[in-house]
């Protein structure tokens, strides 16, 4: 596992039902392309999050497959239809085969 | 070794190809394209891309990419050294077809972003990005 990814989200803590909410997540992690070289001329190897996903009680809502030119700590922004209360699930899947989750409740009144 | 006619004319032929080939810049992002589409017709329109005009930093350009209806888009940078970007695939409770995110760009280049229609057409979209300092390392 990489060091230091912390995932962060903003999502609204209330909605109105079918309402479409704005979701903004930001995941701590250096990003090393595999195109950069250190300093003794060789290739660092490639290091990133290859997909983010988010899912609202279990149904998808996005799906990204992301390369290496996503910048350092990957930020994405959309929106999400809330159709009812329940939890929004974020993960992150690391090229070393480490997945990072987040999840957050969204209440519809 | 002698050299057969054959053998210099195929010689010739691949010396051809090979001085051609660096000139076809975006061979790699076609082939991306072509890899999404699958040699389907590419139609303008319909995908709204928003990306800064310049760019300082190549190493995070904000960009946006929105397309009503759309299933997926594919997001490339056709000046990068690996073209492709990003693809986003929006799911049953997507809200509005759209996602912003920051990408890395090598130098001043077109951003491409190709949209999956929902029945099964494809759009797409680009804007050119002056980047002031590229964003792949050195």
Same mark, same amino acid.
């Given at each position: ?11 609204? #803590? ?9 979701? #903004? ?7 090393e392309s595999g195109q950069r070289k250190n300093k003794d001329g060789s290739v660092i190897p490639r290091s ?26 990957? &930020? ?16 992150? &899947? ?5 997945? &990072?989750?987040?999840? #957050? #409740?969204?209440?519809?009144? | ?46 995908? +709204? ?10 190493? +995070? ?9 759309? +299933? ?9 050294p690996?073209?492709?970007?990003? +693809? ?18 090598a ?13 099964? *057409?494809?759009?797409?979209? *680009? ?7 590229g964003?792949c390392g050195g």
């Open positions: 596992m990489a060091s230091g990814v912390k995932p962060r989200i903003k999502a609204p #803590k209330k909605a109105t039902a079918g309402e479409a909410v704005t979701l #903004k997540t930001l995941i701590s992690h250096k990003m990133i999050i290859n997909r983010f996903t988010c899912e609202f009680n279990g149904k998808s809502v996005v799906d990204v497959t992301m390369e290496s030119a996503i910048s350092t700590n990957p &930020y994405f922004e959309f929106e999400a239809v809330v159709p009812e209360t329940g939890e929004l699930v974020f993960t992150w &899947y690391d090229d070393d085969g480490s997945v &990072y989750t987040a999840s #957050k #409740k969204v209440a519809v009144a | 070794m002698e050299f057969s006619r054959r053998d210099t004319l195929a010689l010739g032929l691949g010396a051809a190809a090979l001085t051609v080939l660096p000139f076809r810049l975006n061979a790699a992002a076609d082939d991306a394209i072509a890899a999404f589409t699958g040699g389907a017709d590419v139609a303008d329109g319909g995908v +709204t891309l928003t990306a800064p005009e310049i760019a300082e930093n190549g190493n +995070t350009v904000p960009v946006s990419v929105e397309a009503e209806g759309a +299933t997926a888009i594919m997001l490339l940078a056709s000046g990068n690996t073209p492709g970007v990003a +693809t986003f695939n929006f799911g049953e409770l997507a809200g509005a077809h759209a996602a912003s995110t920051r990408i890395r760009l130098g001043t280049q077109d951003v491409v972003a190709i949209a999956k229609m929902a029945d099964g *057409s494809f759009a797409k979209a *680009s804007s050119t990005v002056k980047v002031t300092i964003g």
